[in-house]
């Protein structure tokens, strides 16, 4: 089909192609949303007792900070350890978790808070009887310890709380890498809900084409995401296996339920996903609050990775990043991991490559007599396009061939641009010299310079056979166009197409000299085969 176009029309169609894979560019840097207005302590208090008077059975979910719960934020439990300190608040959730890696740096360059100030927190109790709940939210619990220090083994703690009706109990146990065992029982049958909490705000300016607000995972496999602002109604899941609320690099999540469960997603007052779930008179469940790290969620438990979404191209995404894991195992550089990475990927797609420039060889080879044929059938096109699938038969030249290795690029490409902006083990990751973090933009424009520069060089020592001067002259503009897109990208995905570039320039140089050989090689057996017959 594409054989039958006119110069032009194949310049039109690559600039379309080109539109449509930078076209994501504007959903990758989407407009600042603006920050959310200050609210007085009067204007909290209304909108909690707007939400008490609600808080029944099918009716508003998302608790709001009052005044008395704004003056009750005092700590009773601290939890530490060399890279975090978590937080239990007088109500029995949990207020805080501070990051004290300083790779995990919030966009003020401090120590990144995943647990938001306002909004529901993890294991926070709503009760479904309005009086109750009132008091609940007034009542301050106890915890048996002030402070743990996590230094290897786990540690437990019981909070209470003692209302006039009854006794709240959990039972906590914290672990070293994040995770903690729930176990929460009332002394009397109240039904009441328990929060898994709203879902982290870190870096907020540096989300990219990433997925924030809840996640379900079923035990049938089926994964659900409910986006921030796509909330249509309330969703109830049985049979869940993890239910999360997450944004890029960090999550609160529980899992471990009861397959009778009811996992209900509802949306919050700023028109967002929370997520809670029904609770019996006694609950036993875990949780996690941390970032989204591969290897730890995995030593947890297999199924809490799911959390890792790479969207669509997860069946792409995650086999690259277990093979980037394993390299960096080896390397012990994420930035050298990524570099073999794409010699790995160039070595799996070298016979496809290959047969595509050597493709593009033979269309160069046959440009002037395809400029021939047209003018010589130029008012016949159906005897033209015939003559011109014979000259390519006959050549063994495809059109399409030289298409073929960008083509293979694009999904490859994108798996791993997903990969990188999900992948928490890269931020902060440093490779050499200037470049300190992969997860962001080279900040002195080195590997995108260097990047356009491969580029050109590549399109140097790529044949063509363009007829139409006006599309070799756009052709050329494409290594700026790159240059100019991939300079906000992060440096890591970066460095993978420079390095892409390298090995592309390295194995055109070869298939330049093997096609030239092969030219030499028929041109002597050519002219032995005249002197025989002379």
């Known amino acids: 089909m594409f054989d039958k176009l006119s110069p032009n029309q194949r310049l039109a169609v690559a600039v379309v192609l080109s539109v449509i894979f930078f076209v994501g560019y504007t959903a990758i840097f989407p407009p600042v949303q603006p920050q959310e207005s ?12 707007s939400s008490v008077a609600q808080a029944e059975v099918g009716h508003s979910v998302s608790p709001q900070e009052t005044a008395a719960d704004i003056s009750a934020k005092n700590t009773i439990l601290t939890v530490k350890n060399d890279k975090f300190i978590l937080k239990i608040d007088t109500l029995g959730r949990i207020a805080s978790k ?62 209470m709380q003692k209302l006039s009706t009854l006794t709240v109990t959990k039972d906590l146990v914290f672990y070293a890498d994040g995770h903690y065992d729930a176990d929460i029982s009332l002394s009397k049958d109240k039904r009441h809900y328990i929060y898994v909490g709203k879902r982290p705000k870190v870096n907020e300016k540096e989300q990219m084409m990433t997925a924030k607000g809840v996640l379900v995972y079923t035990d049938d496999k089926k994964l659900t995401i409910i986006e921030d602002g796509d909330v249509e109604g309330r969703k109830t899941f049985t049979g869940v296996e993890l239910v999360a609320s997450f944004d890029q690099y960090t999550t609160s999540m529980m899992y471990g339920f009861s397959k009778d469960t009811n ?193 050109f060089l590549q399109q140097r020592l790529t044949p063509t056979n363009f007829t139409d001067p006006m599309q070799e002259k756009v052709m050329k503009y494409l290594p700026v166009i790159f240059t100019f897109f991939f300079v906000t990208f992060p440096s890591g995905l970066v460095l993978y197409w420079f390095v892409n570039n390298l090995f592309s320039i390295a194995q055109q140089f070869v298939v330049n000299q093997q096609f030239k050989n092969m030219q030499d090689a028929e041109k002597a057996i050519a002219k032995n085969r005249g002197k025989k017959h002379d």
């Open 38 to 49: 200050a609210q007085t302590p009067v204007q909290k208090e209304a909108e909690q007792k």
């Open 98 to 159: 501070e990051l004290l890696e300083d790779k995990f740096r919030d966009a003020n360059n401090k120590h990144a808070q995943i647990i938001q100030n306002s909004g529901a927190k993890p294991l926070y109790i709503r009760f479904v009887d309005e009086a109750l709940n009132a008091e609940a939210s007034k009542t301050p619990y106890t915890a048996s310890k002030s402070e743990i220090i996590l230094n290897g083994k786990a540690e437990h703690v019981r909070l």
């Open 263 to 455: 996992i209900i997603i509802d949306r919050d007052n700023d028109d967002n996903p929370v997520a809670y779930f029904d609770a019996l008179q006694t609950m036993k469940f875990h949780g996690y609050v941390g970032q989204k790290e591969y290897q730890t969620l995995h030593n947890i438990k297999p199924v809490l990775t799911h959390v890792i979404e790479y969207g669509w191209f997860t069946f792409a995404s995650e086999p690259m990043f277990l093979v980037l894991s394993w390299l960096h195992s080896i390397f012990g550089n994420w930035g050298w991991a990524i570099v073999g990475l794409t010699a790995l990927i160039r070595m799996i797609l070298y016979p496809l490559t290959y047969k595509g420039m050597m493709s593009m060889q033979k269309m160069k080879q046959l440009t002037p007599k395809l400029k021939e044929l047209k003018e010589k059938y130029k008012k016949d096109p159906q005897r033209l396009n015939a003559a011109t699938m014979d000259m390519y038969k006959k050549h063994g030249a495809n059109p399409l061939g030289g298409c073929l290795p960008m083509l293979l690029q694009i999904p490859v490409f994108y798996a791993i641009y997903r990969l990188l902006l999900n992948s928490v083990e890269l931020q902060g990751a440093p490779w050499i010299l200037w470049v300190q973090d992969l997860s962001r933009m080279d900040p002195y424009y080195v590997l995108p310079l260097f990047m356009g520069a491969s580029m």
